[in-house]
């Protein structure tokens, strides 16, 4: 990373796909992180909020997809985000040096390097055919990240792999064409911005040795942002335990309690390490999922009132000033690269 970003209030960028609504995984994970980052840096970073809409075509959509580009805005809004002239909204499909940018670093990615990646593992197993945008998706987020010099891109855990492979991408091309690219931090570099030990990863209520997922059919495992807050309270009530029977903070053995321990953290704003001592030396679940029940059902109330009260009209505003300051930013970055390649 160059000392000229860090320095100089580095971007902070991230982006939430919308093919369905948000879980409160994506929103305790990537969503409210970013919001808190952004209301504490507006003044000097640039905020780039975007919704990678390119990202979302790699599985089935519908004319749904633009309601829900709406729907995704509104949600920074609801949560609390302050708006102001440093504070950017696009879509990536309105911004095409994304795609242009994604070309030109597929030509120095390398197969072997996607290969290796988690969620493409996971998203074509044990399937017969797998289009190339599950494939190629992790180099199109790098475009998004490295068009901005974005330092500091709050995403959760699973995503960590995708910024490693921006940043050896990125190095790459610095070591053939010179400094073009700001390397993004490193993960654990980006956990402390966040404040958080190690990457969030919000698990399932009733599977907790899996991440809690928009895709998993059971309506129990997942809470959406959406949901009737008295249907929250009823689920977290039956979330699977252990049978230990001590209340801490042990992912490995006792994954339901520290999942809990970690949504009642990130939804209070408070560190994991203060609530993990509140409830050290207690031993009934029941008053911990009463607990964090009732945090999550008052954060839902006050985020479904707010959403509410915001407009479509007032958001697609925000698009349309937000993709001409981005398509001037991700365009002088893009000739920089395209001259690197004798493209101009
Ligand atoms: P998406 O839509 O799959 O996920 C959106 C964000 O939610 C986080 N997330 C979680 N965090 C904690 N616990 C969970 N159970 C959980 N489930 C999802 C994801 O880590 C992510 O941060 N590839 C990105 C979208 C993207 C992007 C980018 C992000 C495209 N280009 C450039 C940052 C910068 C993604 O995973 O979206």
Redesign the pocket.
């Known amino acids: 990373m160059t000392t000229q970003a860090i320095t100089s209030a580095p971007t902070i ?5 919308v093919n369905s609504e948000f ?1 409160l ?2 929103f ?3 969503l409210l992180p970013m919001v808190r980052l952004a209301n504490t840096y507006n003044s000097k970073s640039q905020i780039n909020i975007f919704v ?1 809409d390119l ?1 979302s075509i790699i599985s089935d959509i519908d004319g749904e997809l633009q309601q829900n580009l709406i729907r995704s805005l509104k949600y920074y809004l609801a949560a609390g985000l302050e708006v102001n002239p440093n504070v950017h909204f696009y879509r990536q499909s309105h911004v095409p040096a994304h795609s242009e940018l994604c070309w030109i670093l597929n030509c120095i990615a390398s197969m072997g390097d996607l290969n290796r990646m988690t969620q493409y593992k996971d998203k074509s197993e044990g399937k017969e055919s797998v289009n190339v945008g599950i494939f190629d ?1 992790p180099v ?2 790098a475009a ?2 490295l068009l901005y010099d974005a330092v500091y ?1 709050p ?5 960590f792999q ?1 910024i490693e492979l921006t940043r050896r991408l990125a190095e790459k091309f610095n070591r053939k064409f010179g400094e073009i690219f700001t390397l993004p931090a490193t993960p654990k570099a980006q956990a402390e911005f966040m404040h958080v030990d190690e990457g ?4 399932d209520l009733q599977n907790p040795e899996k ?3 928009k895709s998993t059919a059971a309506e129990n495992s997942k809470i959406m942002l959406s949901d009737d807050p008295t249907a929250v309270k009823k689920k977290i009530m039956s979330a699977t335990t252990d049978s230990v029977g001590k209340i801490q903070y042990d992912m490995f053995n006792q994954p339901g309690i520290s999942n809990l321990l970690q949504i009642e953290a990130l939804v209070n704003d408070m560190p994991l390490q203060d609530v993990i001592s509140t409830w050290a030396g207690e031993t009934h679940y029941g008053d911990l999922k009463q607990k964090v029940a009732e945090s999550v059902a008052t954060m839902l109330e006050t985020f479904q009132a707010k959403y509410r009260e915001i407009d479509d009209s007032t958001v697609l505003g925000f698009f349309e000033e937000g993709e001409k300051y981005a398509n001037e930013v991700a365009n002088t970055k893009l000739h920089q690269v395209q001259k690197a390649f004798y493209l101009r």
């Open positions: 960028l991230t982006g939430l796909r879980t995984g994506n305790l994970g990537a990678p990202h998706y199109l987020m998004d990240i891109v995403v959760g855990e699973d995503q995708h969030i990863r919000i698990r991440k809690m997922s």
